[in-house]
């Protein structure tokens, strides 16, 4: 008897397998709570962050702002194209241009910033800010599985 038979015959080795889905309703009221708290949480990490950076060089507190601010907006962005997509109301190469659009955006930016005013070693920030909302993100969702 193969490993799969038997968990499908008894259900005892990954018993994990045979459990019920989640309520979709509570998943999904859960997934937009954690977006609206995932840009405030952004915000307000990014805050006292930036203004230590803005102290420093006033640069360096734009970059990391505008990081910030565009990692939530394209994330908010990527999610919700991501839910157009699984509702059936966009198609996968418009997904994909939209896609690749904001990614050369998203991309592009901190670099024109950083060569605008001569700084290029402040792109880094940026990718900090950017990837801030991500992290929290992340971070969030897994604190959401491991209390299931």
Do not use: C
């Not at 937009?32 to 962050?49: C, D, G, W, Y």
């Not at 734009?62 to 194209?81: F, S």
């Not at 157009?84 to 901190?110: C, D, H, K, T």
């Amino acid at each position: 008897m193969t490993l799969n038979a038997r968990n499908v015959e008894e259900g005892a080795l990954f018993d994990w397998h045979n459990k019920g889905g989640a309520d979709p309703t509570a998943e999904l009221l859960a997934y937009h709570a954690r977006k609206r708290l995932i840009s405030v949480r952004t915000s307000l990490f990014l805050a006292p962050l930036v203004v230590l950076a803005t102290w420093r060089n006033p640069v360096a507190g734009l970059e990391l702002a505008t990081g910030g601010v565009v990692g939530v907006l394209n994330m908010l962005a990527t999610m919700r194209g991501n839910e157009r997509l699984l509702e059936g109301r966009s198609n996968r190469a418009i997904f994909a241009l939209n896609a690749q659009i904001r990614i050369f955006a998203v991309g592009i930016l901190p670099v024109a910033i950083a060569m605008r005013f001569g700084q290029l070693s402040t792109i880094a920030l940026y990718v900090i800010g950017f990837f801030t909302p991500l992290a929290l993100y992340a971070i969030a969702y897994r604190r959401t599985i491991q209390e299931v």
